[in-house]
């Protein structure tokens, strides 16, 4: 994965403190497990705390877990910070998703058994601790060879990209899909998924020092043309876009005046959150190569 600016920030203000912790480290969970902690909105450098729990026994309905892969997305940050829809009573753990081992049933759970990896299916479950007591209705099953990170990383950013592919438009094999943020997680799998379906994808990311490495990776992933928003706007000028939907951060001006007619989307502090632009397939992406 190319190293991404916000997650390596996070990354930085998790693993980087005095309280170093590694979530694939959980050799030694038995009845007490660690977990990162706050009991502030405020950021994740200055608030989270490692804290040891006692784990207890899983009674009816519950799975005792092991987590062995937690990832960093935008949302922990922003539900750390306060920013998020979804608050937590505080204290709280953070971590929305991740991919953990089942190390014993309680009773009436079926579906499950020891040894099974699991993903959470419900958000806000904590999952930045190296074990715990969990409502069995909120993971689902995966497949033991899908490699740990994949199943640690599957239920966010993944799901977010199909649905925006899906759900918002029709699109048919040749139609183009063009999105900025292209080097985010749900970027890359944008463009993994519409390489799958037949779709064409323009990306637009930033420029950068290391744009010969970045473009590689993106067009092995199954991009078709990587740009920058100024490159784009320029050979832009004469056309419109006929539909939106958000993906990613960039400035609001920006696509402002790439067409009057977006529908309203969200944003934080002024900058648009995300973008995609679908396409047709009489519309050619060569025009910003
Ligand atoms: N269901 C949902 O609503 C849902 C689900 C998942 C994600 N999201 C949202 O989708 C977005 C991407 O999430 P992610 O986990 O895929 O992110 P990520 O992997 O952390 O990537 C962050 C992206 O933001 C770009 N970026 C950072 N600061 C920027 C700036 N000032 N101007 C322009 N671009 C900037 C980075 O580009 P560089 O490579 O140039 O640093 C990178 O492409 C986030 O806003 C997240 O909240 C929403």
């Not at 990896?117 to 715990?132: D, E, M, S």
């Not at 069995?136 to 239920?155: G, I, Y």
Request: neutral net charge.
């Amino acid at each position: 994965m190319l190293p991404h600016s916000a997650l390596s920030k996070a990354a930085k203000a998790l693993f980087w403190t005095n309280q170093r912790v590694s979530f694939s480290a959980m050799e030694g969970f038995h009845s007490k497990a660690k977990a990162l902690m706050y009991d502030t909105s405020g950021e994740p450098e200055k608030v989270l705390k490692l804290q040891e729990l006692d784990v207890g026994q899983p009674q009816e309905g519950q799975l005792l877990l092991r987590f062995l892969r937690a990832p960093i997305n935008p949302s922990d940050i922003n539900t750390i910070q306060g920013k998020y829809p979804i608050k937590h009573q505080l204290p709280s753990i953070p971590g929305h998703e991740g991919v953990a081992e089942v190390v014993a049933l309680g009773n009436k759970v079926s579906g499950f058994s020891v040894g099974d990896r699991v993903v959470p299916i419900h958000p806000g479950q904590g999952t930045w601790r190296t074990g715990g007591v969990f409502n069995a209705k909120h993971f689902w099953r995966v497949p033991r060879d899908l490699p740990l990170e994949a199943a640690a990383t599957l239920c966010i950013n993944p799901t977010t990209a199909l649905a925006m592919l899906e759900r918002f438009v029709s699109l048919s094999p040749g139609d183009v899909v063009v999105q900025n943020g292209a080097t985010s997680a749900v970027g890359q799998a944008v463009i993994q998924l519409a390489k799958a379906k037949g779709l064409q994808t323009v990306n637009i990311i930033r420029d950068r020092p290391n744009w010969a490495e970045t473009e590689d990776w993106l067009k092995k992933l199954g991009a078709d043309v990587v740009t920058t928003e100024e490159k784009l706007l320029e050979s832009l000028s004469t056309c419109s876009f006929p539909n939106a939907f958000l993906v990613c951060e960039g400035d609001k001006q920006m696509f402002a005046s790439l067409s009057s007619d977006l529908p309203p989307y969200p944003h934080h502090e002024g900058r648009v959150h995300a973008i995609i632009f679908f396409f047709h397939a009489s519309f050619s992406p060569s025009f910003c190569k």
